[in-house]
T-cell receptor, first 114, second 112 residues
């Protein structure tokens, strides 16, 4: 398995534009997590899905952020409209549903909003 | 107070030294992860443990559930061990798809 695959690796966009980040979890994993990492706040959970259903989206900063998981092999995180303070590295991770399993991270998407 | 606290925040060592990074948490957990993040940014899972001790090469992780404390040890440290080491705990029940809560990370620099 190629691991968790995120795209794009880097994204530079202008303020106000829509940004879509993509994630393909490891095949067979039931849980998918979106995290954001910034210098100021470290790693933060934005949302996680279990069996394609959003379980906890309390970390989503505001209505400009939305996430979907239309099937077990694909998820998107969308920011509309984007703002400079959204600049961060966004990680996707997946794991089996059982809590006592490892979480596997994608390489991350470095987003810069100018 | 953070649910997960790591110490130290920064650690500089000479090649060959024995290194210990600590993680304390304040709530009940089902598992604890040690992650490594290299300067390039990628995150790698080093260990997942819920009790006892695990060893992989020069890395050893221990956890004491009663004391809510875990340690990551690196023996015979090497400059390539330089990275940020992150402790993360999995809250919630064993069978739920529960989320990870992260410590702030420990920046380790090993000098040759």
């Amino acid at each position: 398995d190629a691991g968790v695959i995120q795209s794009p690796r880097h994204e530079v966009t202008e303020m106000g534009q829509e940004v879509t980040l993509r994630c393909k979890p490891i095949s067979g994993h039931n849980s998918l997590f979106w995290y954001r990492q910034t210098m100021m706040r470290g790693l933060e959970l934005l949302i996680y899905f279990n069996n394609n259903v959003p379980i906890d989206d309390s970390g989503m900063p505001e209505d400009r952020f939305s996430a979907k998981m239309p099937n077990a092999s694909f998820s998107t995180l969308k920011i509309q409209p984007s703002e400079p303070r959204d600049s961060a590295v966004y990680f996707c991770a997946s794991s089996f549903t059982r809590a006592s399993t490892e979480a596997f991270f994608g390489q991350g998407t470095r987003l810069t909003v100018v | 107070k953070n649910e997960v606290e790591q110490s130290p925040q920064n650690l500089t060592a000479q090649e060959g030294e024995f290194i210990t990074i600590n993680c304390s948490y304040s709530v009940g957990i089902s598992a604890l992860h040690w992650l490594q993040q290299h300067p390039g940014g990628g995150i790698v899972s080093l260990f997942m443990l819920s009790s006892g001790k695990k060893k992989h090469g020069r890395l050893i992780a221990t956890i004491n559930i009663q004391e809510k404390h875990s340690s990551l040890h690196i023996t015979a440290s090497h400059p390539r061990d330089s990275a940020v080491y992150i402790c993360a705990v999995r809250l919630g029940e064993e069978t739920s798809g529960s989320r990870l809560t992260f410590g702030e990370g420990t920046q380790l620099t090993v000098n040759p």
